[in-house]
Every structure is written in structure tokens, then in C-alpha cells.
């Protein structure tokens, strides 16, 4: 990620961006970031494809088009499949050969949660652009991303009760972030977070809730596990 803040930064920005991995909330944040460094307000310029029926005839169309009073067309392009196990024969094929001479104007953001790294695709986009991989993040990095929040919030929270926060919610940081928000406005008077409000107001974290009932069933806890399993059962 270091490479990819330096370029939103100083503006030297890649003509191909390939963001994947399994931290969702970390791929949206920076393809919006990157969305904006790269068009800015132009929404004439900018364009958006999601889904596993895109033409690949139709991405290197626009691609080709020149932008309308200004520099660059911007193509954001999410869960195409494209990378995926065959993506060369879906389109990703069709599209590597393409972007081994695109056109100077056009700038292409691919957003993945998977990718097969020996792709014609993905070898191109790593040769000629940049390639970054968002993972879970380890609690550490958790723990410092939760207490900057916290703390620009003006609020503050324990070490013991942090760490019983991150049991609740799981390492998720879409989920984390939502968590928060909830916290913060049900502490909205006060400026520290208890073990109290986060029991009061945060969801459990489903895989915690799997956990829980598994280790009731080999515990013979009928009524928990049986309490839990409903519990997953309304939650779908």
C-alpha cells in the first residue's frame, strides 16, 4: 500500500491499477481514493463496470475514445473475473493483449477479490501498472487503526476493552467501522467507551457466534448450542 499512497500523493499515477485480496473495506477506500486522484469531479470522463458479463469489446471501445475536455478517460472495472481461474479465456486474454498498447489517454482501475497470479491479465497489469493486495489485517494494525478513530472522536477506550471490542466484532474492518459508528453516536455524551456500551450496543461477529456454538456442541450444551444455532438461523 506504501507504493500506492505514494503515487495518489504525488500525482505520478499509473495508466493500470489492479486492487484484490479479501479486505473489502481496504479495496473500496482506495479505489475511491484512487477514483478521485484520477478524475477528480469529472463524471463525464469516469466510468464504472461491475459484474462477470462485461464485454471486453466494450472496456477497450471506451478505452480508445478520447476524453471530452480533459486528460484522461477513467474505467473502474469490479469483479469482472477477468483474473480469475480461465479469466484469459472470459476476456482477460483479449484485454492483456489490448493493454500492452493502450491508449495514452486511458486509465484502467480493476478491482478483485481473487486473482490467479499466473494470468496473461494480471502479469500485464503488474508489468505496466500497479498491482496491490489488501489482507486481513493483524490486530495490531487493527488496534491502531480503532484507536486513531476513537481518538479523533475525542473519546478513549481501555486496552482490556478494546481487545474484548475486536473479540465481538472480528477482524473485519468493514464490520469494525460500522461497530464504531454505533458506539460513537450511543456515547455521544461522554468521552469514554466501556465494556458496558460495546455489550450494549455491538453485534457479535457471526464466525464468533459459529465458534461458540461448536465448542457448546462439543461441551454437550444442548441449550446453548441450540440457542445459537437459532440465533444464525434469523440472522440467515
Known amino acids: 500500500m506504501k507504493l500506492l499512497n505514494e503515487?495518489?500523493?504525488t500525482g505520478q499515477l499509473k495508466q493500470l491499477y489492479l486492487l484484490y485480496g479479501a479486505e473489502d473495506y481496504?479495496?473500496?477506500?482506495y479505489r475511491d481514493r484512487l477514483r478521485q486522484a484520477l478524475a477528480g469531479q469529472d463524471t463525464m470522463n469516469c466510468h464504472y463496470f461491475e459484474g462477470k458479463n462485461i464485454?471486453?469489446?466494450?472496456?477497450?471501445?471506451l478505452a480508445e475514445t478520447m476524453p471530452f475536455l480533459a486528460e484522461r478517460r477513467v474505467i473502474v472495472v469490479e469483479n469482472s473475473g477477468f483474473f480469475g481461474k480461465g479469466g484469459d479465456a472470459k476476456g482477460g486474454g483479449a484485454l492483456a493483449e489490448y493493454l500492452?498498447?493502450?491508449?495514452?489517454t486511458a486509465y484502467i482501475v480493476f478491482v478483485e477479490t481473487e486473482v490467479d497470479k499466473r494470468g496473461r491479465l494480471f502479469k500485464t497489469v503488474k508489468d505496466r501498472g500497479r498491482v496491490t493486495e489488501f489482507v486481513t489485517q493483524d490486530e495490531a494494525t487493527l488496534t491502531k487503526w480503532i484507536l486513531g478513530m476513537i481518538g479523533r472522536e475525542g473519546k478513549k477506550i481501555t486496552g482490556q476493552d478494546l481487545r474484548y471490542f475486536l473479540e465481538k466484532t472480528g477482524a473485519d474492518m468493514e464490520n469494525i467501522s460500522?461497530?464504531?459508528e454505533k458506539l460513537f453516536c450511543y456515547t455521544l455524551d461522554r468521552d469514554v467507551i466501556t465494556a458496558a456500551d460495546i455489550d450494549a450496543v455491538c453485534t457479535q461477529h457471526i464466525s464468533n457466534r459459529i465458534f461458540d456454538m461448536v465448542s457448546a456442541v462439543s461441551d454437550k450444551n444442548q441449550k446453548k448450542a441450540l440457542d445459537l444455532y437459532y440465533d444464525l438461523l434469523s440472522l440467515k
Not at 481496504?26 to 477506500?29: C, F
Not at 500492452?100 to 495514452?104: C, F, R, S
Open 100 to 104: 500492452k498498447d493502450m491508449a495514452e
Open 7 to 9: 503515487d495518489i500523493k
Open 55 to 61: 464485454a471486453p469489446g466494450e472496456l477497450i471501445n
Open 178 to 180: 460500522k461497530e464504531l
Open 26 to 29: 481496504l479495496r473500496r477506500q
